[in-house]
């Protein structure tokens, strides 16, 4: 399945266009992808996995706390789907939260926080809800930790993928957008947990980056 792949000189739109927190209004430097834009890539992951895995029941592990409205709006989209269809499936969703930036760099400490026994997982099919892959390290480490309890199959979904250097070897199964490799907040992406409350993703601002240093 393919992905919606954002050039690199994508300028995003022009923040006026678009609805948004007054509070943000000199700390997000465009619209880079509008919420609607957003929730119809969903609603085509949600078919993809609906068609993948219908008839069966999904057990799905949102990566916190960048994943939580990806994964909330994905959940929905699957029932939705899987109601108006013959394709009944169960969602039951579980959480891990994971800590790895400090600003706007990565470090290298990731460690996982969140319910040790995840045995609920044996003999389910997985789905890895991640908001954004960039390195690929987080996926890796989620795969292996997830395999240790034998589930029937395991998945990932990522809302956007970053072309970088050296990054992510392997792909999602379900990507929404590929993007460059720029920090982007919003639709519950922050920086230092400001950003959360804006529905669209943007690409942040220098201005911004200063504000809400640690
Ligand atoms: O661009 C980003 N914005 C917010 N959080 C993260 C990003 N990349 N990895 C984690």
């Keep these: 399945d393919q992905a919606v792949v954002i ?28 919420h609607g834009v957003i929730m119809n890539r969903i609603e085509c992951l949600a078919r993809d996995i609906l068609e993948d895995m219908g008839h069966d029941n999904l057990m799905v592990l949102c990566v916190l706390k960048g994943g939580y409205k990806f994964c909330a709006d994905l959940v929905e989209s699957v ?25 706007d760099r990565s470090t290298e400490d990731l460690h996982i926080i969140g ?21 690929g390290k987080t996926m890796k480490m ?44 919003g639709y519950a992406l922050d920086y230092n947990e400001y950003f959360r409350d804006l529905n669209h993703i943007c690409v942040i601002s220098e201005r911004g980056k200063l504000k809400y240093k640690l």
């Design 79 to 103: 029932k939705a789907q899987s109601q108006s269809s013959d394709r009944p499936i169960t969602t039951r969703v579980e959480f891990i939260r994971l800590k790895s930036y400090l600003n």
């Design 115 to 135: 319910p040790e026994d995840l045995s609920m997982l044996k003999g389910k099919n997985v789905l890895i809800v991640e908001a954004i892959v960039d390195t």
């Design 7 to 34: 050039a690199d000189d994508w300028p995003g739109y022009e923040l006026e266009l678009f609805m948004y927190p007054e509070h943000y209004r000199d700390d997000v430097e465009s619209v880079y992808i509008p």
């Design 142 to 185: 989620l795969l292996k930790h997830v395999e240790k309890f034998q589930p029937k199959t395991v998945k990932v979904a990522g809302l956007l993928v970053k072309r970088i250097p050296g990054g992510a070897t392997k792909l999602p199964d379900y990507v929404g957008f590929v993007i460059p490799d720029r920090f982007v907040v």
